[in-house]
């Protein structure tokens, strides 16, 4: 695909950081939420279907409360993401008014993507609320949410939620122009680069950057939300958010930010939930034999590949498939529980029932329940 393909996206993501929505001192930055409302909301009268996942909310907190740097407590940083984003909707609410747009507020935490069922709910409130007319407004719900169950970043949740909702176009606007083949602050000769259809390692090593002290994310985290949208056959646009008018000329393929191209069409939606939406609760390792028969025919895994098992797990949940170096090959579900698959690995799936007493599978995971990454 080129640019000039992204004039036919219908519905697309766009998640803005903080330190596109507010100042340098914590507080909104009026003009440029105004300008967001404004350019989303021609979108919408253009037919095309707009989430926005907006970031800022412990940062307008900060400003809002008068505090001069983010704080670093857990505690605090909940309360104060509960100030913060009730100015953040307040504001946003009356700038989307102003353009005849209603706007609705969802907050997710990481384990809405863990469980199928959670997972289905949240896609079904997002399609609703487009299928109204109305632009939903996305953040992590930072007053509740702990470790356990943090996105981290807003990247990430935006490549979840673009690939929830099976978005044609993903746009992160950040505080830079794009991604460059060097760190643009210790290297002013750094390069953009235009378009990236494969994210190599060096790439990863130069991107290890974090954003504004006011920020959770820096360039890694954004190449991390690549890495969810591109295998689900969604173009990825990284872009300044101060630019003017960044949205509608990134959708009329105007050469602005960086375009990461999708290697592959998209995934059916429950492979794409297998494949990004839900996190492993544990690993299984593989021999190359098994590698290969999932890598490049198709099948499913069978106990004789599996060499080792990591973590607890049940039947049902999503396991991690690595090959034995430690690189991940795959996502399933498992038909078996851990402890059952360590008194099954390195067998053939004849011998599943002498092994456990019963057979209800013979492999661990069946391909249809299977993502190679």
Known sequence: MDRSDLRDCRRIVVKVGTSTITHPTGKLNLLRMERLARALSDLHNQGKDVLLISSGAVGAGVGRMGLRERPSTLPMKQALAAVGQASLMQMYEKFFGEYGQNVGQVLLTRDAFDDRHRYLNVRNTLCGLLELGVVPIINENDTVAVDEIKFGDNDTLSALVAVAVQADLLVILSDIDGLYDRNPKEHPDATRLSVVSDISDEIRANSTGRGSSFASGGMYTKLAAADIALPAGIPMVIASGGEDRITRRILEGEELGTLFVPYQTGRHARKQWIASGARPQGVLVIDDGAVEALTEGGGSLLPSGVIA????????????????????????????????????????????????????????????????L
Do not use: P, T
């Open 309 to 372: 098992v990591r973590g607890e797990f049940s039947r049902g949940h999503i396991v991690s498939i690595q090959e034995i170096k430690g690189d991940e090959v795959a996502r399933g579900l498992s038909n078996y529980d851990s402890s059952e698959i360590l008194a099954i690995l390195g067998h053939q799936s004849e011998e599943i029932a002498d092994l456990l007493g019963d057979k209800d599978f013979d492999e661990v995971v069946h391909r249809d329940n299977l993502a190679v």
